[in-house]
């Protein structure tokens, strides 16, 4: 999967970026009407843009410190978090997407013969797996542009017999909800 | 035919009815829960409880049954005994009614559980303890009532016990409830050693009774009931799912510390001090409790807030030595509360486990019928004249401005009184009306009976309990019947009051203003900084001074100063002392050498 690769230190435009969305979800939990939103969302955005070609690093760096504490000062005591976000209402609320799917491997065979019909099952889906999973290497590598991907969207199976490329990975991905 | 006898066989009837889902499995494989089972028992234990109910409004009739004894030792015996009065006669249908509603709404919302039969099972073994503490007389089975209610609660605040949240706010109730159980059991043993009964017939006494039972008692009371001091559990258990909020914390469990109260009243007749400490506990709670639910914005963290304060209102009902009122706000309150939580539920799950009323508004037109018995009982919370809290919040009002009482107490209830309008129409504007704040394509749909009946049901008692009961129960004291105008509208004027405070803070947020804090925001919004301030800084002394007095007290000082390295520090101080004699210089010996031969000679030619 092409990743996005983090590094170790957040550049200066992460780190303004960064500050304009969390200034901008806080003045959301502070202005509930979306009109009055709307309003002051585009004052922080002309406070943001007033400053946006500075090429001075120094003071770069003193404008976003500046910032930063006036977002400390006027944060809100109890911002709004979506629901499935950390610190939310639904967070952690099932336990399904904590155990990844190679611990079935690892099952006692009386636990495996409690489910008969999808350890049969299995083997023949890893085999598939094992099989299709240099046709889908190759796939992509094909499709790859030169210069790295364009997008994250993964490519759908070309050929006739072909699977889908890291079809697996999202077969088996962790659900949000139990069954 | 012979009433009392009746009465008893139906109220045995009711609980039996209850348990039979819980022992049927047990007895054969093929006998499988489902939750439509327990929820048609419920309904068939509601029916056969309004039997008692109509023969005790018919003709006065109360019973007292007597089951097998425990011969614990030999003058004191336990018996198990139960007592058909007023108040289980009249709880039980009332209970039983909102729980059959809760679980029909339950069948809904927790249709994508996995576990969902066992939550009803929960549910239900929760109602079978909370009836067996209403219907007990003898302090030893209330007891077992309070502590299942207890471990109940614990088990359904923390059903998704993948969240760290559920399982701290379950540990919580817990430990919260277990300070207030201290309390009830220094009554009970006060009550074995000077009455040699824990039979609450038994417990009158026309002798002032001394203060510290009747403490532990208001002890018992404000941890089960989260007054003042003892409150954080229950905006914190609202981690458990709505119907268990419904059920739990805001019709029954959290009436069990008032209604223990209320049967132990004889006791505090005579006792002015626990009456007025129950009265300013219950003026403080309340108002605190409505400062806090001003500017939260969790919908369900309001509602429990606003149950928080109801609760003091009835520790102040009992503070004035009135405890079929209490009783009157307990029933009338539990009707309006369970609507409150089950429309809450609805909003919650059309939006998709959105709880936040920032996000939630224009719903009016999206959920009609939720959002009108959202407003009905809204109505009924803020005492609307002839809505069912009318009937008790208003005699409740009156009562204490009639009293010669403590005048702060009557200024903080009314305070809180005008605060519950405050927040509640905050909570009305920002969840129906005004522009919509949801996300697009939010597909919702409340037209199934699993969710219209119980919600419509609850509006019709929430409009029609509080005249019912009145109307068939009359009171045991006489209430002031005259007063002047002005006290008898206090109460309605303070809601208008703060309705119209209400409504010009709402347009106030539509200008183009940007909010600022304030210290009263801050308070409000940190909960009163309590939490944070009781749960660290108690636990971080206690543990603390623990540790110190462990490792300093006794490791450090006992066995070591007093002890080896004591005497290695005083050996070391003096050789080092003597170690600057120690200069290489041999005039300095020679000196030590004459000085020590003066000293021989002069000591033996002294003698």
């Known amino acids: 999967v092409p990743l996005s690769a983090m590094a170790a230190y957040l550049t200066h435009q992460q780190k303004v970026l960064r500050l304009y969305k969390k200034s901008l979800r806080h003045l959301e939990s502070w202005c509930i009407q979306r009109d009055k939103y709307r309003y002051f969302a585009c004052l922080l955005r002309d406070r943001f843009d007033k400053n946006k070609d500075v090429k001075d690093m120094v003071k770069a760096t003193a404008l976003l410190k500046a910032g930063e504490e006036e977002f400390w000062a006027s944060q809100h005591p109890q911002p709004y978090i979506f629901p499935d976000s950390p610190g939310g209402t639904s967070y952690e609320r099932y336990e399904c997407y904590k155990h990844p799917e190679w611990c079935l491997d690892f099952w006692h065979p009386s636990e495996k013969a409690m489910y008969p019909d999808y350890f049969a099952k299995r083997e023949q889906w890893k085999k598939l797996q094992r099989e299709s999973w240099e046709r889908e290497i190759k796939q992509l590598q094909d499709e790859t542009p030169a210069d790295g991907p364009r997008t994250e969207a993964l490519p759908p199976a070309r050929k006739e017999g072909h699977l889908p490329p890291m079809w697996w990975h999202h077969v088996t991905r962790p659900r949000e909800q139990p069954m | 035919m012979d009433q009392s006898?009746?009465?008893?066989?139906?109220?045995?009837?009711?609980?039996?009815?209850?348990?039979?889902?819980?022992?049927?499995?047990?007895?054969?494989?093929?006998?499988?829960?489902?939750?439509?089972?327990?929820?048609?028992?419920?309904?068939t234990s509601f029916?056969?409880?309004?039997?008692?109910?109509?023969?005790?409004?018919?003709?006065?009739?109360?019973?007292?049954?007597?089951?097998?004894?425990?011969?614990?030792?030999?003058?004191?015996?336990?018996?198990?005994?139960?007592?058909?009065?007023?108040?289980?006669?009249?709880?039980?249908?009332?209970?039983?009614?909102?729980?059959?509603?809760?679980?029909?709404?339950?069948?809904?919302?927790?249709?994508?559980?996995?576990?969902?039969?066992?939550?009803?099972?929960?549910?239900?073994?929760?109602?079978?303890?909370?009836?067996?503490?209403?219907?007990?007389?003898?302090?030893?089975?209330?007891?077992?009532g309070w502590e299942g209610v207890g471990i109940m609660s614990f088990l359904l605040i923390s059903w998704w016990h993948g969240r760290a949240e559920a399982n701290t706010a379950a540990l919580q109730a817990v430990l919260y409830n277990r300070v207030g159980d201290v309390g009830l059991i220094l009554c009970m043993a006060w009550l074995a050693s000077t009455m040699n009964t824990w039979e609450i017939q038994q417990a009158t006494s026309t002798a002032p009774t001394p203060t510290l039972p009747l403490l532990g008692l208001i002890l018992a009371a404000a941890g089960k009931s989260a007054q003042f001091g003892l409150h954080p559990w229950l905006p914190a258990a609202m981690e458990g799912p709505t119907p268990v909020s419904a059920l739990l914390h805001s019709s029954t469990m959290v009436v069990a510390g008032i209604f223990l109260l209320i049967r132990m009243h004889p006791l505090f007749n005579n006792n002015p001090t626990a009456l007025t400490l129950c009265l300013c506990l219950g003026a403080i709670s309340t108002l605190f409790a409505a400062t806090c639910a001003l500017t939260q914005n969790d919908i369900k963290k309001i509602i429990a807030f606003s149950t928080s304060s109801q609760l003091g209102l009835m520790m102040v009902t009992i503070g004035l030595n009135l405890p079929q009122l209490a009783f009157l706000h307990i029933s009338t309150h539990a009707f309006f509360k369970a609507m409150l939580f089950l429309c809450s539920g609805s909003i919650i799950h059309s939006l998709n486990g959105e709880q936040d009323i920032r996000k939630m508004g224009g719903l009016q037109k999206m959920l009609p019928t939720t959002t009108s018995c959202l407003t009905i009982g809204s109505l009924a919370l803020m005492g609307t004249p002839f809505l069912a809290g009318f009937y008790s919040k208003d005699q409740i009002i009156e009562s204490l401005s009639t009293s010669y009482l403590n005048t702060w107490a009557l200024l903080l209830t009314l305070l809180a009184t005008s605060f519950t309008a405050v927040y509640t129409m905050r909570m009305i504007l920002l969840v129906q009306t005004g522009f919509v704040r949801i996300p697009p394509l939010t597909p919702m749909n409340e037209n199934n009976p699993a969710i219209l009946s119980p919600i419509t049901r609850l509006a019709l008692g929430s409009i029609t309990a509080g005249f019912l009961i009145t109307s068939y129960i009359l009171p045991s004291k006489t209430p002031t019947m005259t007063m002047p105008p002005y006290i008898k509208m206090t109460a309605i004027v303070v809601t208008l009051l703060g309705i119209a405070l209400a409504l010009e803070l709402s347009k106030l947020t539509q200008t183009l203003i940007r909010p600022k804090r304030n210290p009263f925001s801050d308070f409000s919004m940190s909960l009163g900084y309590f939490n944070p301030l009781a749960h660290r800084f108690a636990t971080a002394n206690l543990l603390g001074g623990g540790q110190k007095i462990a490792s300093h007290l006794v490791d450090f000082s006992w066995y070591k100063l007093m002890g080896p390295e004591g005497l290695a520090s005083l050996q070391l101080m003096m050789a080092k002392a003597a170690t600057t004699l120690h200069t290489g210089l041999i005039k300095a010996y020679l000196g030590s050498f004459a000085l020590s031969i003066l000293l021989i000679l002069l000591s033996t030619y002294q003698t």
Do not use: C, R
């Open chain 2, 5 to 43: 006898l009746v009465l008893s066989t139906f109220m045995l009837l009711t609980l039996a009815t209850l348990s039979t889902p819980i022992i049927f499995p047990l007895l054969s494989d093929s006998l499988k829960n489902t939750p439509a089972i327990i929820t048609s028992t419920v309904k």
């Open chain 2, 47 to 144: 029916l056969i409880s309004l039997v008692p109910m109509t023969i005790f409004i018919h003709s006065g009739t109360e019973s007292l049954v007597f089951f097998w004894e425990w011969k614990y030792i030999m003058n004191f015996k336990i018996p198990i005994s139960l007592k058909m009065d007023f108040y289980s006669l009249t709880f039980f249908p009332i209970a039983l009614f909102v729980s059959w509603s809760i679980l029909q709404f339950a069948t809904w919302y927790m249709a994508s559980d996995p576990y969902i039969t066992k939550f009803f099972t929960y549910l239900l073994l929760f109602l079978i303890a909370m009836l067996i503490l209403i219907i007990s007389n003898n302090l030893f089975l209330l007891f077992v």
